[in-house]
């Protein structure tokens, strides 16, 4: 969601060519080496990870063939890609996917124990289905509250509030005194900030051993009426990120106060210092109901395809990019933060701006484990679209919610039902 920064001097990004055709045909025009491993991943981390390659080369003889996959077109790429039997080796996959993939057999079980020690805590559970580990965390990414320090004080703040009343009434605040301009960057198409309220809300969205919706609930019913309240006044764009060309230019010219986004827009944001010097912006957690809880967070993890042909190559490569040195280093280049615990002990993460995304990553948002998570939450997303923009009530939009979870649920309620699966 991001803007992905232009490559390093002598990197260039690799285009992603459509249908399993396309892949072999790619393979045979760039003359890739027979002996080289192939690894895909989104945006920055499939922009920056040749950074990275060079040293398990030096120590292994391996070459690594890296693409980078446009987080836009990664989902389909990679069932594409899986159709025709054409996965890399190794692959990044958000930690929301992880189910539908192992469902579908695309990816293999992590083999030894050890290649998930020393993690975070919250961040393994995504990672498993039916009971098995099939992923290795490799960055978390929670979504903080980028603040302009400059436009709060202005109003009396030193800090938002943390409380959705406060952070509300500070809003109204700031709204009155530039009533041309907005106070959130919270684009419809951007999921942070509604899942967070739901997870803050304490909503359980899955009913009946995750068989069925839960969004005609008090919890959720409570966090939509207060995510809708602030596009009804005024005090986020009803628009999505399309609408937005540059959203750092925006903050930067004071056109939003409250940017809530993940630890990859520092990177963006130290970038463009010269539109916005590092003194005007400070982080914080999001707002809940009475204080902090968990948020929303869009975690990388690594994945060996089943179909690999170099299983142990591939788990090698896997180990080599989530070492806490790897995860450090890719902190220096792009931001994300790492999995592992032992690398939280650098004095490279003691900056007080990172203090509260080591907060947060600590209550991560629950993710229903089923695999059919992924079109669930793109059904939300479209649904909480048309409730802001007054073409459907709060109870209504619930409703559709509900309906349209329940039919994607359809084929899990059946094989629950006939005790084919817990």
């Given at each position: 969601m991001n803007a992905t920064p232009a490559p390093p001097s002598g990197l260039t990004r690799r285009t992603v060519l459509a249908g399993p055709g396309a892949f072999a045909v790619a393979?045979?025009?760039?003359?890739?080496?027979?002996?080289?491993?192939?690894?895909?991943?989104?945006?920055?981390?499939?922009?920056?990870?040749?950074?990275?390659?060079p040293a398990f080369t030096r120590a292994t003889g391996i070459p690594v063939d890296v693409q980078s996959v446009p987080w836009t077109a990664a989902h389909e790429k990679l069932l594409t890609a899986q159709a025709g039997g054409a996965l890399p080796d190794v692959l990044m996959l958000p930690a929301g996917w992880i189910g539908e993939f192992a469902m579908i057999g695309a990816i293999a079980p992590v083999p030894a124990p050890a290649?998930?020690?020393?993690?975070?805590?919250?961040?393994?559970?995504?990672?498993?289905?039916?009971?098995?580990?099939?992923?290795?965390?490799?960055s978390v990414a929670p979504q903080v509250q980028y603040f302009r320090r400059d436009l709060l004080a202005a109003a009396g703040f030193a800090t938002p509030p943390l409380d959705w009343n406060g952070w509300r009434?500070?809003?109204?605040?700031?709204?009155?005194?530039?009533?041309?301009?907005?106070?959130?960057?919270?684009?419809?198409?951007?999921?942070?900030?509604?899942?967070?309220?739901?997870?803050?809300?304490?909503?359980?969205?899955?009913?009946?051993?995750?068989?069925?919706?839960?969004?005609?609930?008090?919890?959720?019913?409570?966090?939509?009426?207060?995510?809708?309240?602030l596009f009804v006044e005024g005090l986020a764009p009803r628009a999505l990120s399309t609408e937005v060309q540059d959203p750092f230019a925006a903050f930067a010219q004071g056109f939003y106060a409250i940017w809530p986004s993940g630890p990859t827009t520092l990177l963006d944001l130290h970038r463009r210092r010269a539109e916005i010097a590092?003194?005007?912006?400070?982080?914080?957690?999001?707002?809940?109901?009475?204080?902090?809880?968990?948020?929303?967070s869009v975690d990388a993890t690594l994945c060996v395809s089943a179909a690999t042909a170099r299983p142990a190559d591939a788990w090698a490569l896997v180990r080599h990019l989530t070492s806490a040195e790897n995860e450090l280093r890719f902190q220096r280049l792009i931001g994300t933060l790492p999995a592992r615990q032992s690398a939280w002990r650098s004095p490279q993460l003691a900056s007080p701006i990172l203090a509260p995304f080591a907060a947060q990553m600590r209550e991560p948002a629950p993710i229903p484990a089923v695999p059919e998570w992924e079109r669930i939450q793109i059904e939300v997303?479209?649904?909480?679209?048309?409730?802001?923009?007054?073409?459907?009530?709060?109870?209504?939009?619930?409703?559709?919610?509900?309906?349209?979870?329940?039919?994607?649920?359809?084929?899990?309620?059946?094989?629950?039902?006939a005790g084919r699966i817990a």
């Open positions: 393979a045979c025009a760039r003359g890739r080496d027979p002996r080289g491993l192939r690894f895909w991943a989104m945006s920055y981390e499939g922009d920056y990870s040749p950074h990275l390659m290649l998930v020690d020393d993690m975070v805590p919250g961040v393994l559970p995504p990672t498993r289905y039916e009971g098995r580990g099939y992923a290795v965390p490799w009434n500070m809003a109204r605040l700031l709204k009155r005194r530039r009533p041309d301009d907005f106070v959130f960057l919270m684009l419809l198409n951007w999921p942070g900030a509604l899942f967070t309220m739901l997870a803050q809300c304490g909503a359980a969205l899955l009913r009946d051993d995750d068989t069925r919706g839960n969004f005609r609930s008090d919890a959720v019913r409570a966090a939509f009426a207060f995510y809708a309240s590092p003194d005007r912006w400070g982080t914080a957690r999001l707002a809940g109901p009475a204080g902090p809880g968990p948020g929303f997303q479209l649904i909480a679209e048309r409730i802001v923009r007054g073409l459907l009530t709060i109870d209504a939009g619930l409703a559709a919610i509900d309906t349209r979870v329940d039919r994607i649920l359809a084929k899990r309620r059946a094989l629950v039902d």
